[in-house]
């Protein structure tokens, strides 16, 4: 089973890009912002205490993530009819990426790619900042790229952090802890330009996703 890793700040097409790979290619999707809101939702003690660290706008530690993660990879990985994982979100630091690659090694695993998905910072505010989602369904809209319709104005609600002063925050922390990943990964990276289309950045995901598989016999 192959595993590419999505790295790339908030707002750059992470998320939609991995939709695309399950749909196109029969992927699995690994993201630890989906994981970690589920937990928050459970209401559980790790939970509550991821509740804490998100709301602050920081990272959540090393240990929490691992945890979390260890166990859906385990599960994904047993299903023979998936033939590559997207991990979007993790890792975010050489420690999680060292962690990462022992996880690989012991589950026969192959990291194929590091796919960086490079967005400025105004761009990030921009995309993320305008984001509201409908409280009734949980669907994402946004202000200025995909307006909700008036009859859903009542309901739309900002994520505490959706901010703009958060995704600064966010931004400057992921320059500062996840630009070491790259050269970490420096021999397998792929660049995506962000400020192409959605077509064309499917376009590459194929060339990617069909070259790697083929190289994988």
Sequence with gaps: MDLFIFLGPAGSGKGT??????SSFNFSHISTGDLLRAEVKSGSEMGKNVQSIITKGDLVPD?????????HLSEVSKDTSIPGIVFDGFPRTIDQAMALDSLIKSMSLNLKALVQFDLSLED????ISGRQVDSRNNKVYHKVFNPAPKDA???????DD???EKVRYRFEVFQKETAPLILHYRSIIYQIDCSKSIADIHEQMDQLVQSEIALGG
Excluded at 17 to 22: G, K
Excluded at 63 to 71: D, Q, V
Excluded at 153 to 159: A, G
């Design 17 to 22: 890009q991995a939709q695309y790979l399950i």
């Design 63 to 71: 240990k929490i993530i691992i945890a979390i993660i260890k166990g």
């Design 124 to 127: 990030s505010i921009i995309r």
């Design 153 to 159: 104005h009542p309901y739309l609600v900002q994520r």
């Design 162 to 164: 959706d901010s703009e």
